[in-house]
């Protein structure tokens, strides 16, 4: 397995547009997460699913910030209208018997 | 609010030396502990875990976990340059139900040639 993939890996935008981020997770496993790490906070999980259902959603900062699981292969993480305090990277995981795996992450710059 | 505590270091050692990380949490209910290794501009990467009080050995790495305590420890033997990086320690609820991860904001090892 290519393990969880995570598009794109840099993305600079500018304050007020919309940025979309993609990840594909490890085939077979049930949970997905999205976390955001920065210098002052570390990692922050932001939300989680379960078999493509959101569970948690309660580390999401703003109704800025949204998420979906279509189906058990893709997931996005939606911010609209960026700011420049979203500035961060965002990696996506995936978990199977406790044991989380990153993807690579996605670099956030809104200027 | 559960919290994970790491020194941010930078931890410095001498290649071959052991690195001693240390991490404590609050939740006393913990029941899983986990250990990541994440190297400059990459992503986080499990490298040990740990369910019960006492050692457990992984090649050069022994995690030792004092639940009394509510402290968690990464040792690492023959420190080499390779394993600079900092180290996330993760812990994981005991609630009925799911619990996810809560993160520590990780210790930065140096391992000098």
């Known amino acids: 397995d290519a393990g969880v993939i995570q598009s794109p890996r840099h993305e600079v935008t500018e304050m007020g547009q919309e940025v979309t981020l993609r990840c594909k997770p490890i085939s077979g496993h049930d949970y997905l997460f999205w976390y955001r790490q920065t210098m002052m906070r570390g990692l922050e999980l932001l939300i989680y699913f379960n078999n493509n259902v959101p569970i948690d959603d309660s580390g999401m900062p703003e109704d800025r910030f949204s998420a979906k699981m279509p189906n058990a292969s893709f997931s996005t993480l939606k911010i609209q209208p960026s700011e420049p305090r979203d500035s961060a990277v965002y990696f996506c995981?995936?978990?199977?018997?406790?044991?989380?795996?990153f993807g690579s992450g996605t670099q956030l710059s809104v200027l | 609010q559960k919290e994970v505590e790491q020194n941010s270091g930078p931890l410095s050692v001498p290649e071959g030396a052991i690195a001693s990380l240390n991490c404590t949490y609050s939740?006393?209910?913990?029941?899983?502990f986990f250990w990541y290794r994440q190297y400059s501009g990459k992503s986080p990467e499990l490298i040990m875990f740990?369910?019960?009080?006492g050692d457990k050995e992984d090649g050069r790495f022994t995690a030792q976990l004092n639940k009394a305590s509510q402290y968690v420890s990464l040792l690492i033997r023959d420190s080499q340059p390779s394993d600079s990086a900092t180290y996330l320690c993760?812990?994981?609820?005991?609630?009925?139900?799911?619990?996810?991860?809560?993160f520590g904001k990780g210790t930065m090892l140096l391992v000098s040639p």
């Open positions: 740990i369910y019960s009080n």
């Open positions: 939740d006393r209910g913990s029941q899983s």
């Open positions: 995981a995936s978990s199977y018997h406790e044991k989380l795996f």
């Open positions: 993760a812990v994981k609820g005991g609630n009925s139900g799911y619990s996810t991860l809560t």
